[in-house]
Nanobody, 127 residues
Framework: VQLQASGGGSVWTRESLRLSCSAS???????MGWYRQAPGKQRELVAS???????????ADSVKGRFTISISKRDGKNTIYLQMNSLKSEDTAVYYCAGDSRVISSQMANSKQYAYWGQGTLVTVSS
């Protein structure tokens, strides 16, 4: 299965963007999430969601209250979204989506648990 991320772009501070990540086919993901990597920094969790329990969410402290992860299912294919509001310059990064069928709930924030990754979409926030 492949993950396709889209929706990145260049915006000004306090503006919004919505990222999408779609699976190429039906796949039994247990968890999916968004990670980001800024230049010179390690990849970090942005948000993750449990597929069969969308109320089970994780957010990085830096995005709580500004970003929202959600999921939709159509024809057995999962798509996750990341609504990003009140963007800040420090949100500038390449955003990656990830998914895996074997992630247990307690590990859904751990990037090493995810075998499937999208190609990344660049978000640039300018002040």
């Amino acid at each position: 299965v492949q993950l396709q991320a889209s929706g990145g772009g260049s915006v000004w501070t306090r503006e919004s963007l919505r990222l999408s990540c779609s699976a190429s086919r039906s796949f039994n993901f247990a968890s999916m999430g968004w990670y980001r990597q800024a230049p010179g920094k390690q990849r970090e969790l942005v948000a993750s969601i449990r597929i069969n329990n969308s109320g089970n969410l994780n957010y990085a402290d830096s995005v709580k209250g500004r970003f929202t992860i959600s999921i939709s299912k159509r024809d057995g294919k999962n798509t996750i979204y990341l609504q990003m509001n009140s963007l800040k310059s420090e949100d500038t990064a390449v955003y990656y989506c990830a998914g895996d069928s074997r992630v247990i709930s307690s590990q859904m924030a751990n990037s090493k648990q995810y075998a499937y990754w999208g190609q990344g979409t660049l978000v640039t926030v300018s002040s």
